[in-house]
């Protein structure tokens, strides 16, 4: 009997009609909406002067849940076109949620008279322990959120567990 990823890989996925310049195109303007969207929420949080960055945690949360529940919908329902998963998954959300802010804090704590060069006197620097325990509460969370919605995805559009193995793989 074939598993259930034997049976979403048998089934036709819906047309592209995206050339791969197209496709280029797209994902590059996607990136640019959730790169532009992450910069004004977090301007609008006024994250500058927290010791912790809540609002890039927060968006990154988000950001998780929203790609796990693309990806759980793409897994299940097959007719999500395939420039569904690059615009939106890679693009848009891949600018929206990263790593970056984190880095940046890091490279504040460690180098704490670089970091008063380069920004304003009212900017708050983490301590090394908030960096590191932001990395392990975003590393926890962020992977719980991809998780929930890969589930989400997957529940909503298709099947879960032993369901799948006997509806076929979800709609077609």
Do not use: K
Not at 54 to 75: Q, R, Y
Not at 84 to 99: D, E, H, K, M, R
């Amino acid at each position: 009997m074939p598993t259930t990823e034997e049976n979403a890989a048998a089934r036709p996925r819906a047309g592209s009609d995206l050339s791969l310049p197209a496709l280029v195109f797209w994902v590059a303007v996607a990136g640019a909406c959730g790169a532009v969207l992450r910069l004004l929420l977090v301007e609008l949080s006024d994250e500058q002067y927290m010791r912790f960055p809540w609002a890039t945690l927060m968006i990154n949360l988000a950001g998780s849940g929203a790609l796990g529940t693309l990806v759980g919908l793409a897994h299940a329902w097959r007719r999500l076109p395939q420039w569904a998963l690059p615009v939106l998954g890679t693009g848009f959300l891949g600018s929206f949620t990263t790593f970056s802010a984190v880095i940046l804090a890091g490279a504040a704590a460690q180098q704490r008279d670089l970091f008063a060069q380069v920004a304003s006197s009212l900017v708050v620097p983490p301590e090394m322990w908030e960096v590191g325990a932001y990395l392990v509460i975003s590393m926890l969370f962020c992977t719980a959120a991809s998780a929930a919605g890969l589930t989400l995805g997957r529940a909503v559009f298709g099947c879960t567990g032993m369901d799948c193995a006997h509806a076929g793989g979800g709609p077609r």
